[in-house]
Structures are given as structure tokens and as C-alpha cells.
């Protein structure tokens, strides 16, 4: 026997346990023993039936750019991460020890966004009301299993790398529920494919996650803008020439962004940290050294948008202040086939239930 087969079969009684737990808890709000809250207004959840990255906040980015032009719009996160707790207000001096990366990110993009934490997400909706009469919609970031919402649209997100249909539940695989939880969204989006999506392949993929007649697939894909000075860090501009790049990234899936990154240069080295990880001065270190262990000119030091939240802002660690430091931003894009029934499917349903509300 394998290894890997070794250890799924010694893992198996306590996934089996967690999938229980689980299938009970959920049946709990079925039933109504458990209270799910439904408001008059426009709730938005995304999320994912997995641990780790399917790409949550720049679908979130996605929604806002979306809807921000023609509704007022807040997101609500629990602000994984941070130091706080309670409902918290995002101001342009937020730090992630505040309100965590994510937030952090939504309210350096959109200035005029309301932005706010609460890890009771009932609550925090009740307050984000109060405090705005005229709100329209308010997204929530990572809810799929927080039930004591009933959103009004639910996205559930996959990543085309390992779908939900071809996972395990936790410890055997990243499952955070079973699959037939899937059931519960309005919307399926399959995230990170390539930039070109085969008709056979998503046909393939419909026949995997089969989705129920009402829900809707949809396919995206990351979009990468140019490499960009971090603000205050030691560099004007990206050099015309560069023969090595070292990436270092704190999130949960890093492949799409090595691809990335791979294809811009020579030479490529790579320090990943967990997700969500908050850097140490050792860990500052440790980059720095790796960045004067190359032995070749024109390098430069890349890392995610998250980790800029996370590590520079408010300002540039000091040891990382006279070092070539750029972000590479990026946007999730759906498919032209499918983006026009996306938009409609979003903005009818804000505009329908916030005529309604």
C-alpha cells in the first residue's frame, strides 16, 4: 500500500466524523432548529466548499466594480486575522491587524466602499443598516457556511485545479462540508481556468459538479495587470530588463501566480508562507537574504496584492525599505460567453429586491 493510500485510509474515521458533524448541523438549519436569518434587502454570499484559496476576494472586487456605480454597497467579512473583535468600521487607515488582509484590500481599492467586520454576520448586517439607511446590498466574503444568513444569491466558487466534486472531506482532503452542499448555491463559478475555455471542457465539468436545473455554471479566470512599485518601497519604476524575479506569497493556492510570474522571467525563486500568515522580522530575513543570494542584476522582489495589505501597509518594514519590492494586481474575469448572464443575473437581482425592500 502507498503512502498516500496508507494515510487516507488512517484518515478516513475522522473525516468520516467531521462529515457527520456537519450533515447534522446543516440538517439543523433545514429543519429550523437552528435560525437563519433572511433580510428585505439584497444579501450576496460568496464562498466555497473548501479550505484555502478559490479566489473569494477578487470575486468580491468583481461584484463591487459590478454593482458600485448604480447601488450603495457594503462587504462584510469576519476579518480573518485580526486583533479585534466586534463590528468594525474600515477607514483609509485600517490595518489587517484591524480588520484583517481582505477588507483591508476592498477599502484601499474603493475609497467610497463601506467596508466592515463583524464575526457575527447577523449582527454586523443589522448595524451596517442602521448605520446606512440607503444601503442597498452588502456582499458577504467567505459565508457559504455561515447559515445563520439566508442570503438572497448565493456564489459558491471551485477552482478548476481541484473541484469540489473531486475532493475529500477534512482531514482526508479540503472539503469543508459535503459536496451535496453544492445544492445550496445559486450560482456555481468555476474559478482560475486558463484565459481560453474549450466548449468540451466546460461540458466535462457541468457533467462532474451537475449542477440542479435552477442553479447556474459560470466559468472565470485570473487577469494580471502589471508588475507595480509598492508604495514607499525603493523603487520608481519596473526595469526594462529583469533576469531574476523572487516571489514570496502568504495565500492558500500560489500555482496561478508562479505560472505568472514564470513566464516574465529567467530565473524565478519562490518563498511561500501559510495563508493568511503574518510575517515576523525573521521572516524579513529570510526574504531578504534569499534576495541577496541571487547572484545575477536586475532582480526585483514580487509578491500578491494580499500580502501588500498584510505586510506594508501602513508602511515598509524596515528592512525591506531599500529593496526593489512590487505587487503584480490582479481581476477575476468570466468568460465572454458567460459574462453578460452573469452581469444580468447579479444587477436584476440587486435591482428587483431593492425595489422590493
Known amino acids: 500500500m502507498s503512502t498516500v493510500k496508507l494515510l487516507s485510509f488512517l484518515l478516513f474515521p475522522f473525516a468520516l466524523?467531521?462529515?457527520?458533524?456537519?450533515?447534522?448541523?446543516?440538517?439543523?438549519?433545514?429543519?429550523?432548529?437552528?435560525?437563519?436569518t433572511a433580510f428585505n434587502f439584497p444579501i450576496i454570499s460568496v464562498g466555497n466548499l473548501t479550505v484555502g484559496g478559490t479566489g473569494k476576494t477578487p470575486q468580491i472586487e468583481y461584484l463591487v466594480r459590478l454593482l458600485k456605480n448604480?447601488?450603495?454597497?457594503?462587504?462584510?467579512?469576519?476579518?480573518?486575522?485580526?486583533?479585534?473583535?466586534?463590528?468594525?468600521?474600515?477607514?483609509?487607515?485600517?490595518?489587517?491587524?484591524?480588520?484583517?488582509?481582505?477588507?483591508?484590500?476592498f477599502k484601499q481599492?474603493?475609497?467610497?466602499?463601506?467596508v466592515a467586520?463583524?464575526?457575527?454576520?447577523?449582527?454586523?448586517?443589522?448595524?451596517?443598516?442602521?448605520?446606512?439607511?440607503?444601503?442597498?446590498?452588502?456582499?458577504?466574503?467567505?459565508?457559504?457556511?455561515?447559515?445563520?444568513?439566508?442570503?438572497?444569491?448565493?456564489?459558491?466558487?471551485?477552482?478548476?485545479?481541484?473541484?469540489?466534486a473531486d475532493d475529500y472531506l477534512l482531514p482526508m482532503g479540503k472539503l469543508r462540508e459535503i459536496k451535496r452542499g453544492a445544492r445550496r448555491a445559486d450560482i456555481i463559478i468555476v474559478t482560475k481556468t486558463g484565459?481560453?475555455?474549450?466548449?468540451?471542457?466546460?461540458?466535462?465539468?457541468?457533467?462532474?459538479?451537475?449542477?440542479?436545473?435552477?442553479?447556474?455554471?459560470?466559468?472565470?479566470?485570473?487577469?494580471?495587470?502589471?508588475?507595480?512599485?509598492?508604495?514607499g518601497a525603493k523603487c520608481q519604476g519596473v526595469p526594462k530588463k529583469v533576469n531574476s524575479i523572487l516571489l514570496f506569497a502568504g495565500i492558500a493556492n500560489i500555482y496561478p501566480?508562479?505560472?505568472?510570474?514564470?513566464?516574465?522571467?529567467?530565473?524565478?525563486?519562490v518563498?511561500?508562507?501559510?495563508?493568511?500568515?503574518?510575517?515576523?522580522?525573521?521572516?524579513?530575513?529570510?526574504?531578504?537574504?534569499?534576495?541577496?543570494?541571487?547572484?545575477?542584476?536586475n532582480k526585483?522582489?514580487?509578491?500578491?496584492?494580499?500580502?501588500?495589505?498584510?505586510?506594508?501597509?501602513?508602511?515598509?518594514?524596515?528592512?525591506l525599505t531599500n529593496l526593489p519590492v512590487y505587487y503584480i494586481p490582479i481581476k477575476v474575469k468570466i468568460h465572454k460567453t458567460y459574462k453578460k448572464e452573469f452581469n444580468d443575473q447579479v444587477i436584476n437581482y440587486v435591482r428587483e429586491n431593492t425595489a422590493n425592500s
Open 17 to 36: 466524523i467531521y462529515g457527520i458533524i456537519t450533515l447534522i448541523r446543516n440538517k439543523f438549519f433545514d429543519w429550523g432548529i437552528l435560525k437563519s
Open 70 to 105: 448604480e447601488f450603495n454597497v457594503a462587504t462584510l467579512s469576519r476579518g480573518y486575522g485580526r486583533k479585534t473583535s466586534g463590528f468594525v468600521l474600515a477607514t483609509d487607515k485600517s490595518t489587517a491587524i484591524e480588520i484583517g488582509d481582505e477588507p483591508v484590500q
Open 109 to 114: 481599492k474603493f475609497k467610497n466602499l463601506i
Open 117 to 164: 467586520v463583524d464575526e457575527n454576520r447577523v449582527e454586523g448586517v443589522i448595524k451596517l443598516k442602521q448605520r446606512y439607511p440607503s444601503l442597498d446590498a452588502v456582499l458577504l466574503d467567505d459565508a457559504y457556511q455561515h447559515r445563520y444568513i439566508k442570503p438572497g444569491l448565493s456564489i459558491l466558487l471551485t477552482d478548476f485545479h481541484r473541484l469540489y
Open 195 to 231: 484565459s481560453m475555455l474549450s466548449p468540451i471542457t466546460a461540458r466535462r465539468i457541468n457533467g462532474l459538479l451537475r449542477p440542479r436545473p435552477d442553479q447556474k455554471l459560470y466559468f472565470s479566470y485570473i487577469g494580471y495587470g502589471p508588475i507595480t512599485p509598492i508604495p
Open 257 to 269: 501566480i508562479v505560472d505568472h510570474i514564470s513566464q516574465l522571467t529567467n530565473h524565478l525563486e
Open 271 to 297: 518563498l511561500n508562507f501559510g495563508d493568511h500568515h503574518n510575517y515576523s522580522s525573521k521572516d524579513m530575513q529570510k526574504i531578504r537574504k534569499k534576495y541577496d543570494d541571487i547572484f545575477t542584476k
Open 300 to 319: 526585483i522582489i514580487v509578491t500578491t496584492e494580499k500580502d501588500v495589505m498584510r505586510l506594508f501597509m501602513p508602511k515598509t518594514p524596515s528592512l
